[in-house]
């Protein structure tokens, strides 16, 4: 039976020159960029010339890019490294951020939700656009505060703008390119200190680095902007799919539908059901869907990201998240509702 993947929220398959990128790498280029022998200086040229052609495409300088293995890495080196400088001033937090943001900030001992900035903040944390729900934030104006924008859902969707920021994440494996690779990007000047110490990344972040993820990242970068369109196209073929399952009289509701959104996800609310049950009863049928939930110790913990927005626990369990890819055909989402209202 053929399957349908629409949960590219969570990961996305690798892009075909991203494969080669890294095969080629893996066979070609698999030195530690850091010898200082021929093979070694080699390794680093293809490093430094992955770091000039991402940081072109994010229009920063390439010396402000520091190579991480996941963006939850680089969460935590941003967030971990700012509260070695200025820890002993507050934070400021979106409430709907992604656990990745959420744990380094508990090495913090004030921490505020968003949109409270308290005195003397000395960095507010917001996500540009949810996993969960796909709505778009703007960056709160906060003086003398550093800003940081987690990038990970946005980037390769919509545009991303750094101008209203100071520092940014961004994960690889969200846009096409391969896990083990993602970027911090550090405005030079930043009150901040490397909490993973190593000479690798201009003593940024310490650990071999992995280059050949890194060549995978930058060939999905190559593709950006035609990723960037297709996942803009999908906007109707989303709001095709909303539109058809509310259509139905049944209670469904579609979280954040007043909202600015990610062109790919539908966040769905089917009031009354067991999200899970209903998840995994779609995935029986051949479709790979996610619930808001998170299932920590056993125990399925309704979504942080849901009750935020002022839900009960209870419809937080009944929300299932669609997540297209950017190749998504319409005749695949019509079959996608078509196997929900059998099953609802
Ligand atoms: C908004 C957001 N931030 C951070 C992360 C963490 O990314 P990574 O998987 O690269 O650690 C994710 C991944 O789900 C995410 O959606």
Redesign the pocket.
């Known amino acids: 039976m053929s399957r349908l993947y629409f949960d590219a ?3 996305t398959p690798p892009h075909p020159e991203v494969m080669e990128a890294v095969r080629r790498a893996m066979a070609e280029d698999w030195a530690n960029p850091t010898s200082t022998h021929r093979e070694g200086q080699r390794a680093r040229f293809r490093l430094e010339e992955a770091r000039r052609e991402l940081a072109a495409s994010l229009e920063v300088a390439a010396g402000e890019l520091v190579f991480c293995a ?4 680089a ?1 935590h080196l941003l967030i971990r490294g700012l509260h070695a400088a200025l820890g002993d001033r507050p934070a400021a937090v979106f409430p709907g951020e ?1 656990s ?2 959420l744990n380094p900030l508990r090495d913090w001992s004030r921490v505020s939700w968003l949109p409270e900035i308290p005195m003397d903040c000395a960095t507010v944390v917001q ?1 540009a ?3 969960e729900t796909g709505i778009l934030y703007a960056m709160p104006s906060a003086l003398d505060a550093v800003r940081i924008k ?1 990038c ?2 946005a980037w390769g969707k919509v545009p991303v703008d750094l101008s209203d920021c100071d520092a940014a ?1 961004f ?4 846009m096409g390119g391969p896990r083990g690779a ?1 970027l911090l990007w550090l405005r030079p000047g930043l009150p901040w200190e490397p909490v993973m110490e190593g000479p690798q990344e201009r003593r940024r972040r310490g650990g071999t680095e992995d280059l050949p993820a890194i060549l995978g990242l930058a060939a999905a970068a190559r593709h950006l902007t035609e990723r960037q369109a297709m996942n803009a196209a999908l906007a109707s073929v989303r709001d095709a799919f909303e539109a058809e399952i509310t259509s139905w009289g049944r209670d469904i509701e579609i979280i954040g539908q007043e909202s600015t959104r990610l062109p790919n996800t539908s966040c769905v609310l089917f009031r009354g059901r067991n999200g899970e049950a209903l998840q995994v009863a779609l995935d029986l049928a051949g479709f790979a869907v996610s619930t808001g939930s998170a299932c920590h110790s056993g125990a399925v913990k309704p979504s942080h990201a849901i009750l935020t927005l002022g839900y009960s626990s209870d419809d937080a369990r009944s929300v299932l998240r669609f997540s297209m890819l950017p190749d998504a055909r319409p005749d695949e989402v019509e079959a996608l509702a078509a196997a929900i209202r059998r099953l609802t």
């Open positions: 929220n969570a990961t996941s963006a939850t890495e969460l992604h990745a943001c996500l656009a949810s996993n987690d990970c859902q994440v994960s690889g494996h969200k993602a």
